[in-house]
């Protein structure tokens, strides 16, 4: 961390930075920012030391003179020979607690439930059945109450930004005639997580169906949880990669590789559109805080309770 900490202030006069992109397989076809704008300026940091382990490499990134951290694929150390895993987000959430960030715009792929594949999800909410016990821990590590209310897990502010940059990157494909087009944009949709590893099978996603999901993944639930804990407002931009197991292409008619080349730069465009307005943005009244303010019990139990 002293490292990040000397750069931020050689180069932006700062000891903190307010905004992370956190990278996803939308955008992992490849390299953020520098194939959008090769005169971006980057500085790589190989890894970060965590109570929770040595964590993935991060950029920072100089984004209209402001310093935004990015993090490639959620942290998972793909080329490492390790297995992703949820010790991953808590490395990641452990230094951007640290950095001092207050907003997170995240982008990935997910199967589609009600959905198909090229179309585009801002979730408004989600369903993590598993990862309670790991955000509880980590909110003890880190030395705060684990009880937050998850109501409205998504700023709306954010939410609004990412449904307009999509739209208008969908209307700028279209008129470009481009061979990657983007389906349907949903601006509300339920995102099931399931934990990282095998994908569903067809009976687990005909009973998230029913548990109101749209879209099925194996991070945002869990990454939105450590935010709500973190006090940082977040919001997600999810493209279709495939249909869900069961549902009606039975997973997909593009393949994966050719499907994510073909998608990266135009939603590495959208992101990077955000990130630009995002870092002059004022979202004191987004609302987001409530829900955490609300939890607040100082001096509860009364001690001989």
């Given at each position: 961390m002293d490292q990040l900490f000397k750069v931020l202030a050689e180069h932006f006069q700062t000891d903190h930075v307010e905004i992370a992109s956190l990278g996803g397989s939308a955008t992992w076809g490849m390299r953020f920012p520098e194939d959008i704008e090769p005169e971006a300026v980057v500085t790589?940091?190989?890894?970060?030391?965590?109570?929770?382990?040595v964590g993935a490499a991060m950029k920072l990134l100089d984004i209209s003179g402001k310093p935004v951290l990015r993090i490639t694929h959620q942290g998972w150390k793909y080329g490492r020979n390790e297995f992703p895993s949820a010790n991953d987000s808590l490395q990641v959430f452990w230094v951007l607690k640290q950095a001092g960030v207050k907003r997170i715009i995240v982008d990935g792929s997910c199967g589609g439930i009600t959905v198909r594949q090229?179309?585009?999800?801002?979730?408004?909410?989600?369903?993590?059945?598993?990862?309670?016990?790991?955000?509880?821990?980590?909110?003890?590590?880190?030395?705060?109450?684990?009880?937050?209310?998850?109501?409205?897990?998504?700023?709306?502010?954010?939410?609004r930004i990412l449904l307009e940059e999509a739209i208008k990157e969908r209307s700028c494909l279209i008129a470009s005639e481009n061979s990657y087009q983007i389906g349907r944009i949903y601006?509300?949709?339920?995102y099931v997580t399931t934990p990282p590893g095998l994908f569903e099978t067809a009976a687990q996603v005909s009973w998230y169906k029913q548990l109101g999901g749209?879209?099925?993944?194996?991070?945002?639930g869990f990454v939105?949880?450590?935010?709500?804990i973190c006090d940082m407002c977040i919001a997600a931009i999810h493209v279709i990669s495939n249909d869900a197991?069961?549902?009606p292409a039975d997973f997909g008619e593009i393949g994966l590789e050719d499907f994510y080349f073909a998608c990266a730069k135009p939603f590495g465009s959208i992101v990077l559109r955000v990130l630009k307005r995002a870092v002059n943005l004022?979202?004191?009244?987004?609302?987001?805080?409530?829900?955490?303010?609300?939890?607040?019990?100082?001096?509860?139990?009364?001690?001989g309770a």
């Open positions: 790589k940091f190989e890894s970060f030391d965590t109570p929770f382990g090229g179309d585009v999800v801002i979730s408004s909410d989600f369903v993590d059945l598993y990862s309670n016990p790991i955000t509880t821990q980590f909110a003890q590590t880190i030395g705060v109450d684990s009880w937050k209310r998850l109501a409205h897990p998504f700023c709306d502010e954010l939410r601006e509300n949709g339920v749209d879209t099925v993944g194996q991070s945002l939105a949880k450590l935010a709500r197991e069961g549902m004022e979202i004191s009244d987004c609302g987001c805080q409530s829900y955490t303010n609300d939890t607040k019990m100082t001096g509860l139990p009364v001690a």
